[in-house]
């Protein structure tokens, strides 16, 4: 069975994530310590007893990455694995060029780290906003948006951000728009129209200058051509090289993430199930609501983890 290793983002923490790892794999906590020592903070520790710190955006993105790179790191020291391809949603893109090899995972934490400080600066506290629309289809979530911004100038960025799965689309922006807009895809036959617990409006207009700062960064950390193919959130699609991937996690910023489109794509790949490496199963939910025929697994844990392994091993 021909498989991609895929990576969450952020939303999918949990205090006392990979406890149960831990517990069974030092590896976990030596990825954490190598997190740790990058920073300048014992980050395992966060993930552990401190849910408010968790769940700062300077912290839950460096967070995500070493639960996901140390998660793959476990499977991989057992399985050896060779997926088709690999793939992360928002942040965990950056997991996924850690764990192929296209960037060092000292030099990842940093850039992630530095990510979210501009992405949580670049919008006031309580000016931006974002939402799940659930039962519209893409385009018509896309035109709502392009309506009320093209009818009420002055209200500020309201845009689809995240094509997460068939009938589920994220939009951000300044949050009055967020409010109203969402209101117009109640009227227009959506079956949700949630706003959602975050402060940072992600992949939207709002985040263009924090991109432009946070360019400087990624161009001042060497990346490697890698070991695995690697499908980027702005186009579902490789990069030809280093230089097309730096350009492509910048425009990621301020860009929507295609994660149904990557699905499809790994499909046409020939990629026949999907396994989610670090906390949550978001991204397993999302897989089957974009093909049930479509497997997907996610290594929560040491029993997950086993179960995961013995179908690679027996394929």
Known sequence: ??????????????????????????????????????????????????????????????????????????????????????????????????????????????LVRRRAELMQSAVPEGEGAMAAIL???????????????????????????????????????????VNATCDLMKAAGAKRAVVLPVSVPSHCALMRDAAKVFSSAVNAVEFSHGNEAVLHNVDAATALDTTEIKAKLVKQLYSPVLWTKTVQNMQDLGVEMLIESGPGKVLTGLTRRIDKALNAHAALDLASVKTILEGIKNE
């Open 1 to 110: 069975m021909k498989y991609a290793i895929i990576f969450p983002g952020q939303g999918s923490q949990s205090l006392g994530m990979l406890a149960d790892l831990a517990s069974n794999f030092p590896l976990v906590r030596q990825t954490f310590a190598e997190a740790s020592e990058a920073l300048g903070l014992d980050l395992w520790a966060l993930t552990q007893e401190n849910q408010a710190a968790l769940n700062q955006t300077q912290n839950t993105q460096p967070a995500m990455l070493a639960a996901g790179f140390a998660t793959f790191q476990v499977l991989n020291s057992e399985a050896n694995l060779a997926p088709v391809c690999m793939a992360g949603h928002s942040l965990g893109e950056y997991t996924a060029l850690v764990a192929a090899g296209v960037l060092r995972f000292a030099d990842g934490i940093k």
């Open 135 to 177: 039962g519209l289809e893409d385009e018509k979530v896309i035109q709502i948006c392009n309506e009320f911004s093209n009818k009420n100038s002055g209200a500020g960025v309201v845009e689809a951000v995240n094509f997460n799965a068939l009938g589920q689309v994220v939009i951000a922006g300044n949050q009055a728009a």
